[in-house]
């Protein structure tokens, strides 16, 4: 028996109709929103890095701004190994 492209599985057969719910995988995603939907909600919580308008009032280029922000990170990945050595070493 096949429901719009739905086949029974064998438990269901071996047990016989009726005997069971609905198993169907498609069940588990109905209820989810589409990835369409998921990411625009994303948008609309996340609040916007103001990268531009900084770039703007201080006259840097893309570039430079991220070569700023890459820096930043890799002091901060340069701390934290330290810190975790100090740890260690305690």
């Known amino acids: 028996m096949e429901v719009l492209g739905r086949q ?5 057969e071996e047990l016989g109709k009726g005997g069971v719910q609905e198993s169907s995988t498609h069940n588990l995603f109905d209820r989810m929103p ?3 939907k998921v990411f625009k ?3 609309r919580i996340a609040e916007p890095v103001p ?3 900084t770039m ?3 006259g840097i280029s893309m570039d430079e701004a991220l070569d700023r922000i ?3 990170f ?3 990945e340069a701390n934290r190994r330290q810190e975790e050595k100090f740890n260690q070493i305690l």
Do not use: G
């Not at 029974?8 to 269901?12: N, P, Y």
């Open 8 to 12: 029974r599985c064998k438990v269901e």
């Open 34 to 36: 589409s990835q369409h």
């Open 41 to 43: 909600d994303d948008e």
């Open 51 to 53: 990268i531009k308008s």
């Open 56 to 58: 703007n009032k201080e």
């Open 70 to 72: 890459l820096e930043r």
């Open 74 to 76: 890799e002091l901060m």
